[in-house]
């Protein structure tokens, strides 16, 4: 792509930009799509060149640290984001994992919402027992973050849409909180994606995607990524270790992660899912519309049935958040449902009366997927933890995908009917 045309389309839309995001380099062959790049290491024919990239330099190494590949989709993940930079990773977790062990130390303290992701439970659980203190809040009333607040705290961490109970974090008021207190806000923001809501709109330093679901969007690939917003200013963060001390202070916060998430940790992303990923994101408006969409009719009609006791959706004037969530998501309220059934179905029975729904334990495919929440990835909880989650023994997640409406709502209601 020339100059001019660059030029052109630097002011156009979310999937516009998304889909000319690799031709705007230059691609061998007049290439669509950033080709596959498997090899593990990088030659130069200059040994000093070599070795200044190893020093900061722009360029690769190592496919432990990054490829082409993996780079053309960071480029994608950051515009979407409307960040300065982002670094990629082999799952959602690899990520948050990155994030909070290259960034916290002993002794320090992080505030995070109680309404958050299973296994983020679990790896926050593991920060506390290697030093970390961790205080688990409703995160629904910025009020309760504020009250958390010690001399060590670090962090403020949040999922903008909770899974499965879809609470809506008081993104915007904690945001604003942590930028006059000087604290790192981080926002999961997996559930909503940026074409809902951008991490940056809502303050945060660093924003995490889960690519395995909506932005990848077809179940075929694993991925995650940490975007710096540039919201943050690093050089007042004291964790950051000397030698990434370097240059502008905007690049030591992810520079650390980067480093040691994918040198150290070895975290990485393959250039094959990065490839499916990065493919899928071009259609990420068009599927979050559907299911966005679907899921909305799908919790009206649900809502509205005698054999079902509630439903948890944004979309819906009910939900404790639902103005907030209007705000926050443009008129738009995600794709994932808790429903919870009246007394004396048994929630096995009625799952195997499904025909469209898929029984699988993902969210953010092409298809509606369910499950029964408290007797799958939210069983190692405990009953305890579930009932601080709201999470109810007859509740089933749901993640809509993009089939014709009527057969997702004829689909529920007939297996309720049949029971």
């Known amino acids: 792509m020339t100059k001019r045309q660059r030029n052109a389309m630097a002011n156009n839309g979310f999937t516009t930009t998304l889909l000319h995001s690799d031709r705007r380099s230059t691609i061998e062959h007049g290439a669509i799509h950033k080709p596959l790049h498997p090899s593990s290491e990088y030659a130069y024919a200059d040994s000093r060149e070599l070795a200044a990239v190893f020093q900061g330099k722009a360029g690769f190494t190592y496919a432990r640290q990054g490829t082409p590949t993996t780079g053309a989709l960071e480029a994608k993940i950051t515009q979407m984001e409307e960040g300065v930079s982002t670094v990629s ?7 948050l994992n990155a994030t909070f062990f290259t960034l916290l130390r002993q002794g320090d303290h992080l505030i995070s919402s109680q309404y958050i992701f299973g296994n983020t439970n679990s790896l926050l659980s593991t920060l506390a027992e290697l030093g970390v203190e961790v205080t688990l809040v409703d995160a629904t009333d910025a ?3 504020e009250a958390a607040l010690r001399p060590e705290t670090r962090m403020v961490f949040v999922e903008s849409i909770a899974n499965p109970g879809t609470q809506v974090a008081d993104l915007k008021a904690i945001g604003d909180w942590c930028g006059r207190q ?3 806000y981080v926002v999961d923001n997996t559930l909503s994606t940026p074409w809902l809501c951008r991490g940056k709109d809502v303050g945060a330093g660093l924003v995490v995607n889960s690519l395995s679901k909506y932005i990848g969007g077809h179940g075929h690939a694993l991925g995650g990524a940490v975007t710096d917003t540039g919201l943050y200013d690093w050089s007042a963060y004291p964790n950051i270790a000397d030698v990434y ?3 502008s202070p905007g690049g030591w916060g992810l520079t650390q992660i980067k480093k040691k998430g994918l040198r150290d940790m070895g975290a ?12 899928g994101s071009e259609t990420l408006a068009l599927r979050m519309e559907r299911s966005c969409s679907n899921a909305l009719a799908l919790a009206r009609a649900l809502e509205a049935h005698a054999k079902v006791a509630r439903v948890s959706y944004p979309g819906l004037a009910s939900h404790p958040q639902h103005e907030r969530a209007g705000q926050l998501f443009g008129g738009r309220y995600g794709a994932l449902l808790g429903v919870e059934l009246i007394d004396g179905i048994d929630v096995f029975d009625f799952l195997n009366r499904l025909r469209v729904f898929v029984l699988a334990t993902h969210l953010g495919d092409t298809r509606t997927l369910v499950l029964p929440v408290a ?7 405990g009953p305890e933890r579930r009932a601080l989650m709201g999470i109810a023994d007859s509740m089933l997640r749901i993640s809509v995908g993009i089939e014709d409406e009527d057969d997702i709502i004829g689909d529920f209601c007939q297996a309720l009917e049949s029971m």
Request: proline share 0%; aromatic share 8%; hydrophobic share 45%.
């Open 245 to 247: 001390r370097k240059g």
């Open 268 to 279: 990485t992303l393959s250039a094959d899912s990065a490839h499916r990923i990065s493919v």
């Open 143 to 145: 009020a309760n973050v």
């Open 89 to 95: 990773f082999a799952t959602g977790m690899a990520a």
């Open 182 to 184: 000087g604290l790192l």
């Open 375 to 381: 007797h799958t990835i939210y069983y190692e909880m």
